[in-house]
């Protein structure tokens, strides 16, 4: 017991805690990104955009995220391999990042959607009256509103990514639950290294609420 508790394998699973924290602020950052394209796809007119939005959406939330990540690491190499017949060997952290953020892509989506639904229709005239083009009117008013609005899932899909990123361990990405797995190996006794992770796993998460509580009302002053 003392030797799972030495500093060493602390550190060992606090820099495991870091990837994680590491692979969920980039898909959330990325799927933010995704999520802002698509939902502007979605609401746009254009037909061919809202079908394809609404394709992506409904494919990466209506499939496991495990499946998503497996496909990416065990699939794609074997597509790619059939169209050029090259061998290509995946980058585990690249893989997982990819992932990670599609699916986080489609579920933010649907955030920003209903966010930026919520905003007056007031806001939406008045820009078109003064004539400013559609792309300006979503950048300089509607999504800082819609902002606002969404934060609270955003940091609750932040927390879902965090403990989502333990899936990567499969492919042997180098994150909490990996590094979990190593050291219960290494000493036949997996009792211990899953109680600390199950620790560190808990303050990632509260953090992260309590972050996300404070951004809150500063928003609400701000109001």
Known sequence: MNKVFSPENIEFLLKGAGVSIALAFGALVIGALIGVIVAAGK??????????????????????????ILFFY?????????????????????????????NSGAYQTELIRSGIQGV???QW???????????????????????????PPLVSEFITLIKDSSLASVIGTGELMYRTQAL???YYNYLYPLLIATVFYLVMTLCVSWVGKKIEKRLAVSD
């Open 120 to 122: 007056d229709k007031g």
């Open 184 to 186: 219960g190996a290494r």
């Open 125 to 151: 005239e008045a820009c078109e009256t003064l004539g400013i083009s559609y792309w300006t009117m979503m950048k300089e008013v509607i999504l800082p509103q819609a902002f606002k609005r969404i934060v």
């Open 74 to 102: 065990l699939g794609v190499p074997v597509l790619i391999s059939m169209v050029t017949g090259a061998r290509v060997r995946m980058n585990v952290y690249v893989v997982a990042l990819v992932a990670l953020s599609l």
């Open 43 to 68: 609401l746009s007119k254009v037909k061919i955009l809202n079908w394809l939005s609404n394709i992506y959406v409904e494919l990466f939330r209506g499939t496991p995220m495990l499946l998503q």
